[in-house]
């Protein structure tokens, strides 16, 4: 891989660009203590414990499973808010989260990214979000360039992210949040996943941009001795106290003033991690005692120590603060969190969200030719029902079962869909990528164009095939009911996806619309219904949508049907109407509820999905 010094990149003097060529920040802190649950569910994962990261170095936090490094990594990005004591510093100066979410970078342990986007088209959209209006496409361009060039990445650029090996994802990961140049970049088990190949490769990247002046700091899970090597800098941490900081070099001698003598050709990485497991005795409070729990860095007087970048530094000790840039952090507190306006968010998020939709065969060709062949389907098996007053009662079944079709085709592909994106939007949005409300518009734009496509094609054919009135005002009025059926549909499907899993959303949307379909008006008459029972029918949009169906058909003085019989009970459609209550219903008030649905289960969505975000932290 070739190296680069990050610190020339120059992707432009745009206000919003995050530091000046140059600046770097080193991080601190101290008394650190982490409790999840409240009570006798209390449980302390942190004991105030302390440390240094210094910008210039790549730093690795070690420690077996349960021993709090992912939880330490993530309150340190800012991920984790609720249940800490302590402080952390930038520079010297309490960390403001605002300024601090501008400041630094997270990637996380899964590559959560878009699969029908190519890598091009990611770290473009990436470099408008992040860089601003102000830099221009020129240097924009020249930027993505230069990181391609970095990552090994260039002969992917018009590659698709389905299409990546898990080395060229993680890079990828990486390389996003490279675009606007972080001082302070977090990676959780970067190498997870990776053969040792691009385990090396991708280390090797990391410590070029710690070399810049960036303060580099990744969780490793179990670092084979040749990659220990590559880290300046070690954090390990043992049933939440820190036992070792400072060099790789000086753990084997610092192990020793404790009589943990590492054996001959094996790895202190494996030996020290043994030892946080409790096989070599209870010797933690030992090792806890001798860095102060990390409030000192240990390093072994006869290795010479590693040296310091000389920007950004002015003194031995780290957590003194660079004057210049604290003055700078205050003075960005007060400007706009995101680089680019609200509208440029929408726009750049509506393509990309636009293109990965019409990538998706689930979201496109499935539902085009589901829409389709259900179409057929159904006016094969009701066929020329439309004007025979024999058969009135197949037609209310063939328009009751239009809209649960129209329902669970918009529901389950958003549900299906959503909560993988929602991992996406969260990595992305927790980087200050951009607005949650950005994002939620744009997904609720992209997705509307075919939300009235499908079941238009779908109408139309049920609609001829099935000898419905040859009237324009009719046909209007049921592909409106039926358009805004979709809509609804797509809500629900928002408001479960934002806050369920996959295999939780896939039952929850079915099991939801169950209660919806028995208020509709279709299996039970509305004067049936016990009193205690009948506001539901008015929350029902099923009963909206029936209704409305029903009226598009069979209200505004059509004349009597034909009949294939000797007798046609239903002959008149105003007496078929009276059979289901509907006879002084109001389409007005059908399509207004409607509205009022579509209104409501967006906002609902977008709420939860806000709360979704912030109960990560």
């Given amino acids: 891989m070739q190296s680069v010094k990050f610190n020339e990149w120059n992707p432009g003097t745009s206000s919003t660009r995050k530091y000046q060529e140059g600046a770097s920040f080193d991080l601190t802190f101290r008394n650190l203590s982490y409790t999840t649950g409240k009570g006798k569910k209390a449980k302390h994962i942190l004991h105030q414990i302390s440390g240094s990261f210094k910008s210039g ?49 997270y990637v996380t342990q899964q590559d959560h ?59 990828l990961s990486i390389g996003l949040e490279l675009i606007d140049n972080p001082a302070i970049l977090f990676l959780d088990e ?53 036992i070792y900081q400072g060099p790789p070099g000086s753990l084997v001698p610092y192990l020793k003033t404790v009589n943990l003598n590492c054996p001959s050709y094996t790895n202190p990485a494996d030996f020290v991690l043994d030892v946080a497991s409790g096989e070599y005795g209870d010797v933690l409070p030992q090792l806890t005692s001798g860095i102060k729990n990390g409030r000192i860095i240990y390093e072994d007087p006869s290795i010479p120590p590693l040296a310091t970048p000389s920007h950004n530094r002015q003194g031995d000790v780290c957590e003194d603060a660079n004057e210049d840039d604290v003055e700078k952090m205050k003075n960005k507190e007060n400007r706009l969190t995101y680089a680019t ?79 993988l994106e929602r991992k996406v939007l969260i990595r992305e949005h927790l ?38 009135p040859l009237s324009l005002q009719r046909f209007s009025m049921l592909l409106c009911i039926t358009i805004f059926t979709s809509l609804v549909g797509q809500g629900i499907g928002l408001v479960v996806g934002a806050v369920f899993d996959i295999q939780s959303a896939a039952f929850m949307a079915p099991t939801f619309a169950i209660p919806f379909l028995l208020f509709a008006g279709f299996f039970i008459n ?24 029903m009226l598009a058909i069979y209200d505004y003085d059509r004349p009597p049907l034909d009949c294939s019989e000797p007798y046609c009970h239903f002959r008149f459609p105003q007496k078929f109407l009276e059979k289901f209550d509907m006879a002084h219903s109001s389409y007005s008030i059908c399509v207004f509820g409607m509205v009022v649905y579509f209104v409501v289960m967006r906002v609902a969505g977008y709420f939860l999905l806000r709360f979704k975000v912030k109960s990560v932290r």
């Fill in 341 to 419: 306006p609200f509208h440029t968010q929408v726009s750049v998020l509506l393509e990309r969200t636009w293109r990965s939709i019409w990538r998706e065969k689930m979201l496109t060709q499935v539902r085009f030719t589901t829409h389709i062949l259900f179409g057929i389907f159904f006016g094969l098996l009701y066929q020329a029902v439309g004007n025979d007053a024999a058969f009135t009662l197949n037609n209310a079944g063939m328009l009751y079962f239009n809209l649960i079709f129209i329902v669970f085709t918009s529901v389950m592909p958003t549900v299906v869909t959503f909560p």
């Fill in 526 to 549: 509305f004067k049936s219904i016990p009193s205690y029972m009948n506001w539901m029918t008015y929350v029902s949009f099923f009963r909206y949508g029936f209704e409305g169906s």
């Fill in 431 to 468: 980087n200050n990528w951009y607005s949650l409300k950005a994002y939620y518009l744009a997904k609720l734009l992209a997705d509307i164009p075919f939300q009235i496509i499908f079941p238009t094609v779908y109408l139309v054919i049920v609609y001829f095939m099935t000898g419905q």
């Fill in 113 to 171: 990214l878009l699969k029908n986007l190519t890598v091009d088209e990611y770290m473009t959209a990436a470099a408008h979000l992040k860089l601003g209006n102000k830099v221009s496409d020129k240097e924009k361009k020249s930027t993505i360039e230069q990181i391609l060039k970095t990552l090994g990445l260039t002969n992917t650029q018009k590659t698709r992210v389905k299409c990546l090996s898990g080395g060229e994802c993680k890079r």
């Fill in 57 to 105: 170095h790549l730093t690795a936090i070690l420690g077996p499973s349960g021993a709090g490094k992912t939880s330490l990594m993530n309150i340190l990005a800012g991920l984790k808010k609720s249940g800490i004591e302590g402080r952390v510093d930038v520079n010297g100066a309490k960390r403001k989260f605002k300024t601090f979410r501008k400041q630094s970078a």
């Fill in 190 to 242: 970067p190498t997870s996943g990776l053969d040792s190949s691009s385990t090396l490769q991708c280390v090797a990247l990391l410590r070029e941009i710690a070399r810049s002046g960036r303060t580099v700091v990744a969780t490793i899970h179990q670092p084979s001795s040749r990659l220990l090597d590559h880290f300046d800098h070690l954090y390990i941490v043992a049933s939440g106290s820190c």
